[in-house]
């Protein structure tokens, strides 16, 4: 149990959908992340937020939306997706952007697209 | 641009036998190093860090990772391996600038056989 907790742990969709996947962490941390891990490829940085503001969009495209609406809860609106985007979502949080501290990691949402 | 590098896609070692995870890397400046280990369907779990100080970092289920900086390298080890710490490593470095993020490397798979 890291603290954080990610839900849902698995997801099926089509290509059509409209999905959300939701993070939430109980460690009184300011910073959270949304990364992407697929097979064969290192985990991809999607978004950053510190403080429940926006501060890194690593260009990922409109059919991903973040939202931040406090400091515990972070979501990752998915819609009209590709069946590449089928991957590991992870949500991470930090004390903040410092860099010395660590990263606390969900489990990870398992999406599917078809 | 800084990054990490993990050479070696997979690792195989006999359980009771030392065991080594290397990891180099490419940053300006002094770097803050990270491992992270994956068990499978699960997310990222911290092993420990180097900030600064002593180039022996010990951490998390008796890994330790040696600071190497003539050689830019953090290598993972641990003195006798356990079949149970099969799985997924990763070395990261963090990032300078105002995001804070973490840039991983491609991940290395342990493999420890009885």
């Known amino acids: 149990e890291t603290g954080v907790t990610q839900t849902p742990r698995h997801l099926v969709m089509g290509m059509t959908n409209k999905k959300s996947l939701k993070c939430e962490q109980h460690l009184g941390h300011n910073a959270m992340y949304w990364y992407k891990q697929s097979a064969k490829k290192p985990l991809e940085l999607m978004f950053v937020?510190?403080?429940?503001?926006?501060?890194e969009n690593n260009s990922v495209p409109s059919r991903f939306s973040p939202e931040c609406p406090n400091s515990s809860h972070l979501f990752l609106h998915l819609h009209t997706l590709q069946p590449e985007d089928s991957a590991l979502y992870l949500c991470a949080s930090s004390q903040d952007r410092s860099n010395t501290g660590e990263l606390f990691f969900g489990e990870g949402s398992r999406l599917t697209v078809l | 641009a800084q990054s990490v590098a993990q050479p070696e896609d997979q690792v195989n070692v006999a359980e009771g036998n030392p065991l080594t995870v290397k990891c180099t890397y490419s940053v300006s400046g002094n770097p803050y190093l990270f491992w992270y280990v994956q068990y499978p369907n699960r997310g990222l779990q911290f092993l420990l860090k180097y900030i600064t100080g002593d180039n022996l970092v010990k951490g998390s289920y008796g890994f330790e990772a040696e600071f190497n900086k003539s050689q830019t390298s953090f290598h993972l080890k641990k003195p006798s391996a356990l079949v149970s710490d099969s799985a997924l490593y990763f070395c990261a470095v963090r990032d300078k600038g105002n995001t804070g993020k973490l840039i991983f490397g491609q991940g290395t798979t342990l493999q420890v056989k009885p």
């Open positions: 937020y510190n403080f429940k503001e926006q501060t």
